[in-house]
């Protein structure tokens, strides 16, 4: 009799690929999410108590405290977060993920006083990269990619933007953005391709940056759009590589293209690139360490996102970070990324957050909304990751921490415990230490 009325509860319950139950916080940033978030909704988390979810087909299908999803969905892969925190996997809308070689030479010139613009003009910097992303065939650049993406991956990163840059010529930026576009389909990572090869004026323009406009212009961006190969168009815009006027005029190619714009904007010296970024209608704009306080206003009045970078400014070592409390006073939506690139060697979104709140007083919750939900709208995927919804990807990290007020606070170690991409447990390093599942 007992066993009858077991089996017919049972056969109520729908069957699902995975169910996480018991978590002390899950961290599900659900609510309006159509627009990024700013202000004090920053804050909302949407913590639900001893809360769980359900995963059918790599979506999530269930979501509330784990009483209800217990009684209406049962799995045979059930994993218990007791004592830790689940929260949608990190999007990391800033990296500069396709290079070949390293610049450890140049980071001991810098830690001797040397400046970025100072190695960049002797042929170090982007141009040393440059050179060997030239020189690299196709399957090491793959094969590099492939391991950045594994470690991200391993920090709880499961989508991320990359930026091509490292090629300056029509051949060898494609040959870029064609790795970025394999390694999106190889790995279990998303990788959402972004054209910049307005990075730097290749040696071969020195003297004559209006000819390589042109060539970016008129010959890249037809080409890279008519190829399917990006969906945003960014610029290092910046006094001594691409002025305002060449910024504009690429960005508006670009969009032309259906290219969305992006700028690296304000980095070094306060240029004016935050009222370009508003002005020409840039879905974000990167770094900020320099900019105006009109040039935040014209990005919040557009809704401009703003993507912190607080671990490249670390690694410029000049002390200074972007005002991201004014920034989200005066209303712009804050995202955070690594800017993962040679120069700024870092893959994890934890470091980042924790810089955020040191550098940047950021809260903790603050930080955890700029790298998931707000991320995602900088590279248009909110409305698949992000937050945890149904319908949305499953796309979860189970971190080994009892809430979330401890991102930040415990860092330079890696909480990740499990990572969900798809709806699959790739990475469990609470079974081994560093497995991967693929
Ligand atoms: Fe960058």
Request: net charge positive.
């Amino acid at each position: 009799m007992v066993a009858a009325k077991k089996r017919r509860k049972r056969a109520r319950k729908e069957k699902v690929d995975l169910l996480i139950v018991n978590a002390n916080e899950l961290v599900t940033l659900s609510g309006d999410n159509q627009e990024p978030r700013t202000g004090k909704h920053m804050h909302n988390l949407g913590i639900i108590r001893r809360g769980g979810l359900a995963v059918k087909d790599g979506r999530i299908v269930a979501v509330g405290e784990t009483s209800e999803i217990r009684k209406g969905f049962r799995a045979e892969n059930v994993t218990s977060a007791s004592g830790k925190i689940v929260m949608p996997g990190f999007v990391d809308p800033h990296t500069h993920l396709v290079f070949a070689g390293s610049r450890e030479d140049e980071f001991q010139m810098r830690v001797e006083g040397a400046s970025y613009m100072e190695i960049l003009d002797a042929g170090g910097g982007i141009l040393k990269t440059v050179r060997e992303t030239r020189k690299a065939g196709v399957e090491k650049l793959l094969e590099m990619g492939f391991k950045t993406l594994d470690v991200m991956l391993e920090h709880g990163t499961t989508t991320v933007e990359a930026k091509s840059g490292y090629g300056l010529t029509v051949k060898d930026e494609l040959k870029i953005l064609r790795v970025t576009k394999r390694l999106n389909r190889l790995h279990a990572v998303d990788v959402v391709p972004t054209f910049l090869g307005a990075h730097a004026i290749p040696r071969e323009y020195k003297g004559n940056p209006q000819g390589y406009v042109d060539l970016i212009t008129e010959e890249m961006i037809p080409k890279v759009a008519e190829r399917k190969l990006a969906e945003f168009c960014d610029v290092f815009c910046e006094k001594g590589i691409f002025s305002l006027g060449r910024t504009r005029r690429i960005l508006v190619a670009g969009k032309s293209h259906n290219l969305k714009p992006k700028v690296h904007a304000d980095e070094m010296s306060r240029l004016g690139g935050a009222e370009l970024a508003a002005d020409i209608g840039a879905v974000s704009a990167g770094h900020l360490l320099f900019s105006s306080d009109d040039g935040v206003k014209a990005m919040a009045s557009k809704g401009v996102i703003a993507v912190l970078l607080p671990a490249a400014a670390f690694s410029l070592m000049t002390g200074r970070y972007a005002e991201a409390r004014k920034m989200i006073n005066l209303g712009v939506p804050v995202a955070l990324g690594t800017d993962f690139n040679p120069s700024c060697w870092f893959e994890s979104q934890q470091l980042v957050i924790a810089f955020a709140c040191h550098f940047m007083r950021l809260t903790p919750a603050e930080a955890i909304t700029a790298a998931t939900i707000n991320a995602a709208h900088a590279i248009g995927r909110a409305g698949e990751v992000g937050s945890l919804e149904v319908g949305k990807k499953a796309d979860i990290i189970v971190l080994g921490v009892p809430n979330h007020k401890f991102l930040g606070y415990r860092f330079g170690v890696n909480l990740v415990d499990k990572v969900v991409k798809n709806g699959r447990i790739v990475v469990d390093r609470e079974a081994s230490q560093s497995g991967f599942f693929f």
